[in-house]
């Protein structure tokens, strides 16, 4: 297969959730083994990719934005590909935007790449296949720092949220086999990689497509018999799948990171039982009792709705509460958004905008009165950090992250003495000293001795 000679630059960019990400390093592994040269630079490329996020109207609109910007910028004769969850399920609509796009991709398509950009003439790849999962001999090429990386274990989603199209965008649950994961496990930790990052729509759910059915336990349990200093942080678990067995993971073993994304959507039983979630207000407060209990340090991250359909002031009220009540590390509030396609956007008692609006910045200061106080509870503790790199605006300062700050989402640990650190990418025991918000501030009291690898992770 041959590329045209001085026409081998390839742009892209990834929009949307970390699984998307993986499929961008997955189209950037497949062109750099065909012989292509990736640039950050649009106006040099001879071929730009643009992955897009489909979820929600906002996510949608950026997509277009970005294929506008890149339309505007790249150079005359440059082919432009659009590919992602907005394609697989709007391919329409971008179209009627820009018809001079010249490869369209769906979601689940996106190993078939090199094929179609091949093709002399202009056209799209758009099979039934909703979500892609690579294999091991599909290359793949990271695009985060060499010190943490995502690994995809399933896509997908079985769950009927009311308010989600996931499970029409991305299909049903397809599970990587064990097998799979654990020898993508193996190749990270050989390319260097400190913290692996799991990902699914739904961690809980893996393995529940298999025969015999299996678990997240048992994928854990497999995993963590691989010998290493590492990191393992689990992104994306409902309540109910928050099981004993999963608790005792975590609690047991140090390379478990101490921290959930547990997303919980409400708190109000009527409403939860709207939107089709598996758990009540009373699992939820018990599911939390229960971590904090047993997981003292945990740290928990949540995403909360506001305007679900039909959500009275009295509910809204009931979560402002449980916010104040039940403080959490992170939390992400929403708007509902409602999408065309889900049980949720034909319910009577739609909420008005306006009240949504007011809803959502209400809960928003409600949990930053929560986090200001509950972020002084690191100070003068001394944790395991990883040291990323220097600040973006300033030498003089250092960033990084602790076990309970995942890349991208949550803060970051700001150091504003780093004069033991010898090299970014490897963990330093930090002294926290002040809070900024969701950012902790502190110094680098040295790097961490080896009798603590084999040890619980501990608050010192």
């Known amino acids: 297969m041959q590329i045209l000679e001085n026409a081998n630059k390839v742009h892209f960019i990834s929009l949307g959730c970390p699984r998307n990400l993986v499929d961008t390093e997955v189209m950037l592994g497949l062109m750099l083994q065909a012989g292509y040269e990736v640039t950050e630079s ?3 490329a001879d071929y730009l990719v643009v992955n897009t996020c489909g979820f929600l109207e906002s996510s949608r609109q950026e997509s277009l934005d970005t294929i506008g910007m890149l339309m505007d910028e790249k150079k005359e004769n440059a082919k432009m590909v659009v590919t992602g969850c907005m394609v697989q399920k709007h391919k329409e609509v971008v179209k009627e935007h820009f018809p001079q796009v010249d490869y369209l991709l769906g979601s689940g398509d996106v190993g078939s790449l090199l094929d179609l950009i091949h093709k002399e003439n202009r056209g799209e790849r758009v099979t039934s296949a909703k979500s892609f999962l690579q294999s091991g001999e599909v290359p793949r090429v ?16 079985k769950k009927k949220c009311a308010f989600c199209l996931i499970p029409d965008i991305k299909g049903k649950l397809k599970s990587k086999t064990i097998d799979q ?22 961690l809980g759910d893996w393995g529940k497509d298999h025969e015999p059915r299996q678990t997240l336990t ?20 409902y309540p109910d799948e928050i099981t004993d067995d999963l608790i005792d993971i975590i609690k047991n073993d140090s390379r478990v990171c101490r921290y959930l994304d547990m997303p919980m959507q409400h708190i109000d039983d009527s409403i939860l039982k709207a939107m089709r979630r598996k758990t009540t207000g009373g699992d939820i407060r018990n599911t939390l009792q229960k971590l904090r209990q047993e997981i003292p340090e945990i740290v928990i991250r949540t995403s909360l709705m506001v305007g679900f359909p039909g959500e009275t002031e009295e509910q809204f009220q009931l979560l402002k509460t449980f916010v104040q009540d039940h403080p959490l590390d992170n939390i992400g509030v929403f ?23 007011r809803r959502y910045h209400e809960l928003m200061q409600t949990q930053l009165k929560v986090l200001n106080k509950k972020q002084q509870q690191w100070i003068g503790k001394t944790i395991p950090v990883i040291v990323e790199g220097y600040h973006p605006e300033t ?10 700050q995942c890349p991208e989402i949550d803060g970051q640990v700001v150091i504003n003495d780093g004069r033991k650190v010898k090299a970014f990418g490897k963990r330093y025991l930090v002294e926290i000293t ?20 084999s040890k619980p992770l501990k608050m010192l």
């Open 42 to 44: 649009a106006q040099e």
């Open 142 to 157: 990271q695009s985060t720092p060499k010190h943490y990386a995502y690994l995809k274990i399933a896509e997908g989603c």
């Open 181 to 202: 994961i654990t020898k993508e496990f193996n190749t990270l930790l050989k390319n260097g990689v400190q913290e692996v990052i799991l990902i699914a729509q739904d």
């Open 218 to 237: 048992q994928l854990l349990k497999e995993i963590l018999k691989i010998q290493g200093d590492y990191w393992l942080r689990l992104l994306y678990l």
């Open 335 to 357: 708007q509902y958004s409602a999408e065309v396609g889900t049980t949720a956007a034909s319910m009577e008692d739609q909420i008005d905008e306006d009240v949504k609006e």
């Open 395 to 404: 030498d003089l300062l250092m960033v990084g992250r602790h076990y309970g």
């Open 434 to 453: 002040q809070v900024a918000d969701y950012d902790l501030i502190g110094k680098v009291v040295g790097p961490i001795p080896q009798k603590r690898v």
